[in-house]
């Protein structure tokens, strides 16, 4: 034990000393920011393309619910909101992008760790919490109309509808992680 802490490892485990596990970290945790930073560039690349895919379901209540006083544009109110609203767009699309490769990163960080049995449970599991994920925000998604229907609803009558592009990204952010 006093080997391990002083970063060598016992002579008949062959395993890695903990200087090796926290370097094999550091690589894994870099490969997971760069395929975030990665995903991130793409997402600002098509941000119009994306833009208006997320605000699909907006505008479609806006023009078919004429009593519901919205036109279907976001607003700003302030001069630096654009900005962080397409970083934040950027980061989160960056991260779903990245999420398969952040996946791999982990598994391979831990399944020196795992046991047989473990490693035959652990495919089944990861497979279908991807599967939930994705099914889970596309939910979100499509639901995301019938929400903001609710939303406008409840706002009450003549209230016109001018909602600010962050709350607005918020809104479909915490919908896909409920979801």
């Known amino acids: 034990m006093v080997s391990l802490l002083r970063g060598q490892s016992s ?7 903990i200087f090796g596990h926290l370097a094999e970290l550091r690589m894994r945790l870099v490969r997971m920011l760069l395929a975030v930073a990665a995903g991130s560039i793409v997402i600002l690349i098509f941000y119009d393309q994306f833009l208006r895919f997320l605000t699909q379901p907006y505008r479609n209540i806006c023009s078919t619910r004429p009593d519901f006083n919205c036109d279907g544009t976001l607003f700003t109110l302030g001069p630096i909101e654009g900005l962080t609203a397409r970083m934040r767009i950027a980061g989160y699309g960056g991260l779903i992008i990245a999420l398969p490769i952040i996946m791999w ?9 795992l046991n047989k049995q473990e490693k035959k449970y652990s495919i089944p599991f990861i497979v279908t919490s991807v599967i939930l994920f994705l099914t889970g925000a596309w939910l979100a998604y499509w639901t995301l109309d019938k929400a903001l229907e609710f939303l406008i609803a409840w706002s009450g009558a003549g209230v016109e509808q001018t909602y600010q592009i962050s709350k607005y990204i918020s809104l479909v952010a915490m919908m896909v992680l409920a979801f």
């Open 105 to 113: 990163q982990l598994w391979k960080f831990i399944v020196p760790a």
């Open 11 to 17: 002579p008949g485990e062959g395993g890695m000393t």
